[in-house]
């Protein structure tokens, strides 16, 4: 079994700074891409940024110049540094990974977090 635990939301004032954090765990072999992804009330689940197990990263538009994300591959551990928030960013935090456990033969599979909420007042 795999799971993600995420830890760092909260409540925080417009330009404010949040930094989540999300630990994979179990019977894991290798974490391949991470990202974060959220959803608001009434709107899907967006992309907010990936990163692949070389460092590679991809962000949304909205988060640019203002979110960074970065792993520790070691600990299985994916961040995202929350800078300049702004209201619009109010939305449950989810974690993704996608792992190759330990079974054998090894699996593929794509593994959720639970979600962190992040909440921006004006």
């Known amino acids: 079994q795999v799971q993600l635990v995420e830890s760092g939301g909260g409540l925080v004032k417009a330009g404010g700074s949040l930094r989540l954090s999300c630990a994979a765990s179990?019977?894991?072999?290798?974490?391949?891409?991470m990202g974060w992804y959220r959803q608001a009330p009434g709107k899907q689940r967006e992309l907010v940024a990936g990163?692949?197990?070389?460092?590679?990263?991809n962000y949304a538009d909205s988060v640019k110049g203002r979110f960074s994300i970065s792993r520790d591959n070691a600990k299985n551990t994916v961040y995202l540094q929350m800078n300049s928030l702004k209201p619009e960013d109010t939305a449950v935090y989810y974690c993704?990974?996608?792992?190759?456990?330990?079974?054998?033969?090894?699996?593929?599979?794509?593994?959720w977090g639970k979600g962190t909420q992040v909440t921006v007042s004006s």
């Open positions: 990163i692949t197990s070389g460092g590679s990263t």
């Open positions: 993704n990974a996608q792992v190759v456990d330990a079974s054998f033969p090894p699996r593929r599979d794509s593994y």
């Open positions: 179990g019977s894991i072999l290798r974490v391949n891409d």
